[in-house]
């Protein structure tokens, strides 16, 4: 499930050793594009306080996005394959499921941001700023929940 980002290389560099430093780098990215898509969706609302120029219950998205954030990268890899997970309440099933929640609350949160875009925004020739504050929210920590799920490596967390 992680393997997809094990063989990327980064450039040749005699200065920097990028392998002992992927999770910080993963770690780094990932925590910047996350504060970036709250300060986006935290402008996009002081900017435009009135409940007609961007409604209030469009924070939902991301409120779905950081918890589903938090519930992928609650379960590790090894927890996933059955590797150190046996006991508990379901064991390697439970995070699976625990893992497809997660997974459905972060493009189901991405979806209705779509939504919110086109239907309150786009089709209304409005303003478009707080819809695209809403979708680039949740688009940011989307990418920031697979950067650090994917992009670390745990033979490195000792």
């Known amino acids: 499930m992680a393997g997809f980002l094990d063989n990327f290389r980064w450039p040749e560099c ?10 910080a780098v993963a770690s780094v990215v990932a925590g910047v ?12 609302a002081v900017v435009y ?8 219950a469009f924070h939902t998205c991301g409120v779905f996005s950081t918890l589903a954030f938090f519930m992928i ?20 099933t439970g995070a699976r499921i625990w893992l497809f929640i997660g997974f ?3 493009f189901g949160s991405l979806i209705a941001s779509m939504w919110i875009l086109f239907g309150a925004y786009v089709t209304r020739n409005t303003n478009v700023y707080p819809g695209l504050a809403v979708f680039f929210q949740n688009a940011l920590i989307f ?13 490195l967390w000792g």
Request: with cysteine; glycine share 8%.
């Open 49 to 56: 306080p009135k409940p007609e120029q961007m409604n209030h």
């Open 143 to 155: 990418f920031s929940t697979l950067i650090y799920k994917f992009g670390r490596t745990e033979e």
């Open 14 to 23: 005699e200065c920097i050793d990028w392998s002992e430093r992927r999770n």
């Open 33 to 44: 594009l996350f504060f970036t898509g709250w300060w986006i969706m935290i402008d996009a």
């Open 104 to 106: 459905m609350l972060m």
């Open 73 to 92: 990268n609650a379960v590790s890899n090894a927890q996933v394959r059955g590797d150190s997970y046996s006991d508990g309440c379901l064991g390697r």
